[in-house]
């Protein structure tokens, strides 16, 4: 064909804009609203939109712009690939992130998920304009629905029949609710909180374990909240004399002395990384143990290993303490 004779075609159907696409574009602004609006993101539909966002709307753009004419791939096959590729592709996207000053947060993953959805919308759109109208691919969704009506109000069918397809689609409303009563209202997993400590650089590397004493040292304390409840931890953080005996396997601890304790509210699902600075007043100290509780912090008169035993998480990070 003339690109000459494609131009009245395409100023023709540049007012038509394509359902389904109309209708991806709309999940993609629905799915931006229930993340960043505070009333949605609270409610089931976050989860909802979320999950068509990750593993079909990226993958149904993608096929709409690669096969615009109907002929090219029947109803099935657009399902089955749009999920396929939706699966291929978000993965692909998460990596390129991870090599970007972005990395794989949120933000970045959404921004670029709604660019690239955008972009293949407006690919695909274009390429059918490109078609004559009787070629391009269109979701009939008013012969689906006079179908389903014919099959569900048919005159002629008999009360069996009807009552049949009626039991279908009861079967079908029922498994859809429950799938959705599932995603959105998920069973709690496993309770636990994460303590850990990383050196002053935010990586679990570089820890301060050579330096004089008195001088003052840093490092960062984290807590990760996956309780499914706001909890208030106690941070307590202690300088102990210790000596392990190969003989016995057993350890002693000769002397300890508090160097920092603190409170820290951290809600649900989430992470406290907080820098703390520390000095070790004396070179008879040679390990550093931090102890994490819950709501139930032992009385003060509860020391030593009995302390340590008490704790809901304990770290600890051998130190030598050279004379200031």
Same mark, same amino acid.
């Given at each position: ?5 494609? &131009? ?8 038509d804009?394509?359902g ?26 976050? *989860? #909802? !939109? ?9 993958? =149904?753009?993608?096929?709409?712009? +690669?096969?615009?004419? &109907?002929?090219?791939?029947? %109803? ?21 992130? /991870?090599?970007?000053?972005? %990395?794989?947060? +949120?933000?970045? $993953? +959404?921004?670029?998920?709604?660019? !690239? ?8 759109? @274009?390429r ?11 979701v ?19 009360? #069996?029949?009807?009552?049949l ?15 959705? @009563?599932? *995603?959105?209202?998920? &069973? ?7 303590? =850990? ?6 990586k ?9 004493? %008195? ?5 960062? $304390? ?26 016995? /396997? ?18 649900? /699902? ?15 100290y040679?390990?550093?143990? !931090? ?20 704790? @809901? ?12």
């Amino acid at each position: 064909m003339d690109p000459q004779d494609q &131009k009245p075609l395409i100023v023709e159907a540049a007012g038509d804009l394509p359902g389904d696409l109309v209708a991806v574009a709309a999940v993609t602004a629905a799915t931006l609203l229930c993340v960043y609006v505070p009333v949605l993101n609270a409610s089931p539909l976050r *989860i #909802l !939109f979320g999950v068509a966002m990750v593993l079909f709307i990226p993958g =149904y753009a993608l096929i709409a712009a +690669l096969f615009p004419a &109907k002929g090219d791939l029947d %109803g099935i096959e657009r399902v089955a690939l749009s999920f396929g590729l939706s699966i291929a592709v978000v993965p692909l996207i998460g990596l390129a992130l /991870n090599y970007t000053p972005w %990395g794989i947060r +949120l933000d970045p $993953i +959404l921004a670029s998920l709604t660019l !690239f959805t955008l972009a293949m919308i407006a690919a695909a759109w @274009y390429r059918r304009l490109l078609l004559p109208a009787g070629d391009r691919f269109t979701v009939p969704a008013r012969a689906m629905l006079a179908s389903v009506r014919l099959e569900l109000f048919d005159p002629e069918a008999s009360r #069996l029949d009807r009552g049949l397809s009626v039991l279908l689609v009861v079967a079908i409303v029922v498994a859809l609710a429950t799938t959705v @009563y599932v *995603i959105a209202v998920p &069973k709690e997993g496993e309770h636990f909180t994460e303590f =850990y400590i990383l050196g002053p650089g935010g990586k679990a590397a570089d820890y301060p374990t050579d330096f004089p004493a %008195g001088s003052a040292q840093s490092l960062i $304390i984290g807590v990760g909240n996956h309780e499914y409840r706001e909890v208030p931890y106690t941070v307590e953080a202690l300088a102990l004399n210790q000596t392990f005996d190969p003989a016995t /396997n057993t350890s002693t601890i000769h002397a300890a002395e508090p160097l920092d304790r603190f409170v820290v509210t951290v809600p649900h /699902n989430e992470t406290r990384e907080l820098p703390w600075e520390f000095s070790v007043p004396s070179t008879d100290y040679n390990r550093i143990e !931090f102890l994490l509780f819950n709501e139930t912090v032992p009385d003060p008169s509860v020391t030593g290993e009995d302390r340590i035993n008490a704790s @809901y998480r304990d770290l600890h990070l051998w130190v030598r303490v050279r004379p200031a």
